[in-house]
């Protein structure tokens, strides 16, 4: 038994970030995580001679300025190493048109989308302004959804002019900018736009949060960019492992949370974990709850009973997406001449695939050779309560299915593969915890996003909810500023407001 100012459930880089920005200013912290290593969707394993990213394979905000680098600034550690994307990825309709690179130098980017999408150019600015405004609202660290007085206050001083421009598209969709710039039958740039909104967002332009959506757009240039890390994604983790050791935060692997009740006795949270063979109790004023939010329906039961209203709202989330990822690696040499680390196509069979593929020296795999995952949406429903001779026909067809798209992509062998292996909802369920498998957190469509979202301040005092169910959203870039915001909050509840972050 042990008690802490907070106990965080979650060691992905949500929990990870929040712990080390709380330790960092003198809280004491306790991490919990069912897993034996920390990093959950952004984490890695490891197969014969190769490592496998688990999920992220691409970094935004580790520019100046960028939610990560901010943040490793403050707690003084150094960002891992990193090269910039350029392009951020390649994408194919596989409709005989031309493949579409998104370039990260701004004035290639914007040659090329004009080629490409003749008279758009008057939708990319009007993202790139709703963007900039967003930016500066979101560096001054707003809190979203408004739950309280001190929330409002935030909001009012992260508000910048322009916001009360852009903030009349709070109910608008990517498809109304469309509209608006009179490119709503451009077939060509809707398809484009459905594939790498889906990607970032679980929605197509149809449903995107334009707020949302032109941000998403926008990440892949200058001045922000996406990063690939140099030694395995697992490098982001470690270095947020390192602050939290410097600053004496407890992080207990193998913890897996089974129950939070409130303790009237000692009027704080008490977290009930287990390891393979005992039964450990935490006791905490705040807790920080990262995994998704429907977990809670399982292992808050009691309180969860008195507030009707709240657990209704969590029953009733919409049902996120799952990821089927297949991990493999093959000779450099059998691969056709690659132009990008990262591709996005459209597959007749499967829809669309993303991949991303390893650089030459970048500890993934031995010299000579790459490592390629390719990774699909798929429903998570469609993966459970099927027998298990089912299941493994069901799961020995997609990965020979994908291994095939690949193939024809990318002209390789089908002898040439030296690994492969498919991870599915089970799969992800089994690593991360995630009920049934759900990955990336809820689909941002205006009634989902930022005031209209799921808020961090949950009706139980001391419990806070945190990750890519939660504004901004996901990715690692999202769920670390949603770290921060959590911070944020229970430092206020104790007075602690001025800090240079
Ligand atoms: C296939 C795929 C590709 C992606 N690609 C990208 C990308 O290129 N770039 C990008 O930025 N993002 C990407 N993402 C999204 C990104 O990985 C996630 O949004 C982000 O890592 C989520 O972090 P998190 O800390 O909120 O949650 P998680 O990573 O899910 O971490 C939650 C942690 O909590 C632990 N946990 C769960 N339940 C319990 C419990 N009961 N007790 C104790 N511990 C528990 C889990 O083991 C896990 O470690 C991708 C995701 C997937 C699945």
Redesign the pocket.
Known sequence: MSKTEVVI???????LTSAAILSKLGLSVTL????TQ??????TFKRKNYIFDV??????GLEKGGIHSRIFEFLDIELPKATILDPACIVDLNDGSMQIPIWYKKNEWIEEREMQFPGSSRFWQLCSLIHQSNWAFANNNPVLPINNFWDFTQLIKALTPSNLGTGILLKSTVFDLLRICGLSKNDRLIKFLNLQLKLYSQEDVYNTAALYGSTVLQMSQQPYGLWHLKQSMQSLSEALEGSLNKTGAKIIFG????SINFDDQNKCWKIL?KSKKCLFEYFANNLVY??PPQ?LLE?LKEPLNKKQTYKNRLNNLPEPSG?L?FYSALKKEHIKKLASNHYQFVSNILGSLFVSISQEGDGRAPKGEITLIA?MFTKTKDWFGLDKSEYLEKKKEFLKKIASELERQFDIAPGNWLHKELATPLG?EKW???PNGI???LGQNPSAFGLFGLSSRTPFKGLWL???SIYPG??????SQSALMVSRQILASKGINNFNL
């Not at 459930?9 to 929990?15: L, R, S």
């Not at 999920?55 to 935004?60: K, N, P």
């Not at 996901?474 to 769920?479: F, M, P, W």
């Open positions: 459930v979650g060691a992905g880089i949500a929990g919990l995580e069912s897993h920390s990093g959950g969707c952004a984490g999920g992220a394979t691409q970094v935004a913890h897996k949370v089974h974990a990262t995994p977990s292992q990821a990822v990774s992800f991360t915890n995630r990955v990336g957190g945190c990750g890519d996901e990715g690692t870039a999202g769920v």
